[in-house]
């Protein structure tokens, strides 16, 4: 079931490394904004990369696993902020506003239904199992999932949008990443969960346990990534894989979010594994899992702003630095045509 990606385009990579050093400024000195243009250039392919309008795209779900205590927020909270990003008043809604992103809200499996003609209805169930005691989903339904969220990122897409947010909104879903990050990499549960939404610290030693029984009862397969999405995972943790795919199938970069973003992204990689080659991390969440899936896709992050909220705000917070790698290559005099002496 992979899903072909293209190459990236080495040589403009090259072309615009070696029209960098040509601009009025100390070669190197733009640091990692210089990495940044050569890298968006070698996933577009263009020579100066067009990344606006970004789409930022929202999926919500409802997790089984909230009904045993793992969240410091009751699981209605899910529907009410998507009534929240209806009406513009979320975080991610100001800093979408504020970067002129597209943005798209999709219901890939609430409790409940909310009425609203810019909501996309594309719920595969009403919320998943309480993966403690039973599977999260079906295979079936986990694939559904993964592939509404291809098609809604590849809409947006072909409607313009050249860079890709990924964002959700689903209570529990900190527990649902842990378990999904701890069946994928090994990596001990100790080490991935954190606070989430922010639950007291005697609580974190309860939700491990919680994840930790689970996967011994549940045994995801490490190498079988719908398996994991199916017994521990989360719908809008597979749309975000799909739609992250989509993202790498037509050169889109994707700006990744937070740590439930993250897992999303280490799924789509055991999906098609050069998915990452279009990948760029927004952003540090506090969440102690975050940092360690960076570490074993091989990434840096942007940011480090101690967020640990999710809805895509981390990466949307990050994206003028996007822009200005892409506006240094685009705007900036070089040597020649500003007649300043270059290096000796
Ligand atoms: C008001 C509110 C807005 C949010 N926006 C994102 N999340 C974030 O918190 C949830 C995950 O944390 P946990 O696993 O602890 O439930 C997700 O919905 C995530 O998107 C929010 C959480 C709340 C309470
Ligand atoms: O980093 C995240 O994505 C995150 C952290 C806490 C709560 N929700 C999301």
Known sequence: ????????????????????????????????????????????????????????IIFAAD?????????????????????????????????????????????????????????????????????????????????????AGYEQAAKMISGGVKCLIPGEMGIGNTTASSAVTAAISGVSVEKLVGVGTGIEKEKIKYKQRIIQQALEKRKPKADDPIDVLSKVGGLEIAAMAGAMLASAANRTPILVDGFIAATAALVAKQISNNVTDYMI????????????????????????????????????????????????????????SAQISDRE
């Open 1 to 56: 079931m992979a899903v072909p990606i293209p190459k990236r385009h080495e040589k403009t990579g090259e072309e615009v490394q070696k029209y960098i050093n040509s601009l009025t400024k100390p070669q190197g000195s733009l640091g990692r904004l210089e990495e940044l243009a050569v890298e968006l250039s070698k996933m577009t392919g263009e020579v100066f990369p067009v990344i606006s309008p970004p789409g930022v």
């Open 63 to 147: 997790h089984g696993i909230a009904s045993e205590g793992i969240s410091a927020y009751p699981q209605e909270v899910t529907v009410q902020m998507v009534r929240n990003f209806l009406n513009g008043g979320a975080a991610i809604n100001v800093f979408s506003r504020s970067i002129c992103a597209k943005m798209c809200v999709v219901d890939i499996g609430m409790t409940s239904d909310i009425e609203h003609e810019q909501l996309k209805v594309k719920k595969v169930r009403y919320g998943t199992a309480n993966f403690f005691n039973e599977n999260a989903m079906s295979r079936d339904e986990a694939m559904k999932a993964l592939e």
């Open 281 to 336: 991390m927004g952003h540090c969440s506090v969440e102690p899992g975050h940092k360690i899936i960076m570490d074993l896709l091989g990434k840096k992050p942007l940011l480090d702003l101690q967020m640990r909220l999710g809805e895509g705000s981390g990466a949307a917070v990050a994206f003028p630095i996007l822009q200005s790698a892409v506006l240094m290559l685009k705007e900036m005099a070089t040597f020649e």
